[in-house]
């Protein structure tokens, strides 16, 4: 348990006045790009991104969304010379257990919301209250709150797994923790159940990616250089296409060039959100209607926490930064993650040829499967790359299985 009280004072969120009006100023002065197509096809739709940036400026109401986010605690803290900001949610039960949430790119800590009240307080939600959790969930440093980073080369995923290490242990007290996390945040958990599998009940996360996944020369390549089979089946080499188009742009983009990008996202917020708004409408499983997961007041949440840190170059840069500090393993046991592994896969981002119902089995088939300690493997048809978000029922519920029976 952490020390009672707990060691540190409340700092809630709240972005200075200044900065939201500079943001409505450079709203009324965005230039449109002529010759946009107002669909799809090649990216961000003018028309609805217009819609967006209207709403924006004139709609919006940060204020709102900001007490609804202090409804929680927010802590600031200095960990190993890296200022780390992190949400806390303190558990209702008879031995809540501490879990530590990492989210990844491009989502923000606000990502989690809709599973934090159900995991801490599950007895107000239906649930049990022994699998109670107190809950926190930090922003990856450089994604905005508490400010932004300039420099930290070697800030990856691997880093980040100690600095959330000594935040729970050194800082917070706690002797042994839970971590959950999806696309970073999910290496970083991996990264944790690696280095520190004796200080943990367990991770849960999504995909189950291998922790040197981002290594070599041609990662940014999602193929890696590796054509499609010739004889590949229609529906593969359709999927495999669709995959590609889906995520190569932001590796490509993002690991080789980001200090190129990053100026104009950080001096426009048009530009900005058109790079964020084209990523969760594509890795989100809204079946055509993007407003059906995240409205309106959602994007512009997430977008407006980006913008007023200024902290869309620092987190590009964490692809650059894995690629160019690979990950290194700190031991040469087998399973690499020791830790009680749970992965909660979605239909959305099935590989090619792999339906939900051949999901795990196909995992279990793969070169990640004896990379994880995994004790809870499952597949839901519903859900895309933002799963709490998403589908945040099924997160849950997967996330208490796997640390049923691990508790103390």
């Not at 997430?302 to 902290?311: P, V």
């Amino acid at each position: 348990m952490a020390t009672d009280p707990f060691p540190l004072s409340p700092t809630p969120v709240h972005l200075p006045d200044a900065v939201l009006d500079d943001l409505r100023d450079r709203l009324a002065r965005t230039r449109a790009p002529l010759g946009d197509p107002d669909d799809w096809s090649y990216g961000v739709p003018r028309g609805y991104l217009t819609e967006l940036l209207a709403y924006w400026r004139e709609g919006f109401d940060w204020r709102r969304a900001e007490a609804a986010i202090n409804a929680y605690e927010h802590y600031t803290v200095t960990v190993d010379g890296v200022p780390v900001h992190f949400l806390r949610r303190a558990g209702v039960g008879p031995r809540p257990v501490p879990l530590i949430l990492s989210h990844g790119w491009p989502w923000t800590f606000w990502h989690w919301s809709k599973v934090i009240d159900p995991l801490a307080d599950p007895g107000a939600h239906g649930g049990d209250p022994a699998d109670a959790f107190d809950v926190l969930v930090p922003t990856l440093p450089g994604f905005g709150l508490p400010g932004p980073l300039t420099g930290e080369p070697d800030l990856t995923f691997v880093r980040v797994a100690d600095l959330w290490h000594t935040l729970m242990t050194d800082v917070l007290g706690y002797r042994r923790y839970a971590a959950g996390g999806c696309d970073i945040g999910a290496l970083v958990c991996g990264q944790l159940g690696h280095k520190y599998a004796d200080s943990l009940y367990g991770i849960h996360i999504g995909s189950g990616q291998r922790l040197d996944f981002l290594n070599g020369d041609r990662a940014w390549d999602v193929a890696q250089g590796r054509p499609i089979p010739a004889d590949a089946p229609a529906d593969v080499r359709e999927r495999t296409i669709e995959l590609d188009r889906r995520f190569a742009v932001h590796v490509t983009a993002q690991m080789l060039e980001p200090a190129t990008l990053a100026p104009g996202l950080s001096d426009s917020p048009a530009g900005l959100l058109a790079w964020l708004l084209a990523r969760w409408a594509k890795w989100s499983d809204h079946g055509g209607d993007v407003e059906s997961v995240f409205t309106k007041d959602d994007l512009l949440t997430h977008a407006t926490l980006y913008w007023a840190t200024n902290a869309i170059g620092s987190s590009i840069r964490y692809y650059s930064n894995i690629n160019r500090h690979p990950w290194r393993p700190s031991h040469d046991r087998r399973p690499v993650v020791e830790a009680p592994t749970g992965i909660t896969f979605v239909g959305f981002e099935n590989p090619p040829g792999v339906t939900t119902d051949q999901r795990v089995r196909s995992f279990l088939a793969g070169d990640r499967a004896d990379w994880y300690h995994h004790v809870n493997l499952t597949a839901h048809d519903h859900g895309g790359h933002f799963i709490p978000w998403e589908n945040p029922r099924a997160w849950i519920d997967d996330l208490r299985r796997t640390f049923r029976g691990r508790r103390p």
